[in-house]
Nanobody, 123 residues
Framework: QVQLVESGGGLVQAGGSLRLSCAAS????????MGWFRQAPGKEREFVAA????????NYADSVKGRAAISRDNAKNTVYLQRNSLEREDTAVYYC????????????????WGQGTQVTVSS
């Protein structure tokens, strides 16, 4: 079992940056592919970025390509999401998730989820 705790959200002006962190419990973090998703009010949860167990491959939603970077530090049991050039449309609760099986952009492939961290972008 893995427990995930996100941090780093907050209020930021349009054009600004944030780095989100997701700390995982347990000693098997390196066995999980990790993903970031987000959910805005009234909308479905959507994929943002994902990274393989070793960090050698990453994948991004078209909406954030060039404005996001996912990375991980297996020694620290932590995955990061750097968000740059933030827009009001990026306002959402951001969730990290862990998958035992695959590296993907569909929520259903992820086994464990954090509670989320709010990101609010003001104009």
């Amino acid at each position: 079992q893995v427990q995930l705790v996100e941090s780093g959200g907050g209020l930021v002006q349009a054009g600004g940056s944030l780095r989100l962190s997701c700390a995982a419990s347990g000693r098997t973090f390196s066995r999980y592919a990790m993903g970031w998703f987000r959910q805005a009010p009234g909308k479905e949860r959507e994929f943002v970025a994902a990274i393989t167990t070793t960090g050698t491959m990453t994948n991004y939603a078209d909406s954030v390509k060039g404005r996001a970077a996912i990375s991980r530090d297996n020694a620290k049991n932590t995955v990061y999401l750097q968000r740059n050039s933030l827009e009001r449309e990026d306002t959402a609760v951001y969730y990290c998730a862990a998958s035992q099986h695959t590296f993907g952009n569909y929520p259903g492939v992820y086994d464990y989820w954090g509670q989320g961290t709010q990101v609010t972008v003001s104009s």
